[in-house]
């Protein structure tokens, strides 16, 4: 899952990316609104943490902006404590949840999984994809019942495709979800993870689209 962490303080964008990767979202930070606005714009994230007060654009504009282009993913708006006026034109400009400042790492991870879950259709924390059952809580998969262990790594592709639904996702955009920006792995990388997956999972769970990426059968 991807998440990108709109927040001009160093030190809570630092706290916020620690707490969401140890929680499985792959995460990217803006620092500043024009940047926020042009990636959110631009990427496609399964949820943004957006400041509100930010240089060079405000939060409130870039999610205007955002949702007047069609940017249909769900945003948590960090809001000044008791301002209730930030909250109402938050959720009038687009936000899907708020938490007011400070607040507690362990309920902001908690909203955005839910935000996720939402998002993607399934108000339970298990998705169910054909055969394949995903324990987004556990983090643990299942195969027509059957326990399958992965490691952390091929869980998070596995969970990738799931948050995919029917869309086809190309082997670049799983290398930057599994290893980041920085990582100068090559696309097989990504391809030795779906083989050993598809020894674990059976044959039938990842499909390919030959020249264009992998989705999972919707069975
Ligand atoms: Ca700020």
Known sequence: MRCLIVEDDDKIAADLTDALARSGFHVERCADGEAAWFAGGTEH????????????????????????????????????????????EGIDAGADDYLPKPFHMEELVARARSLVRRSTGHASPRLTIGALELDTTRQTVAVAGQPVHLTPLE?????????????VVTPSELL???????DSREANAVEAVIARLRR???AGVIATRRGFGYHLEQG
């Open 45 to 88: 994230y399964d949820i943004i943490v957006l400041d509100l007060g930010l240089p060079r654009m405000d939060g409130l504009s870039i999610l205007r902006r955002w949702r007047a282009e069609g940017m249909g993913a769900p945003v948590l708006i960090l809001t000044a404590r008791g301002s209730w006026m930030e909250r109402v």
């Open 155 to 167: 869980y998070r592709l596995v969970s990738y495709l799931a948050h995919a639904g029917a869309r």
């Open 176 to 182: 930057e979800h599994l290893y980041g920006d920085q």
């Open 200 to 202: 674990k999972l059976g």
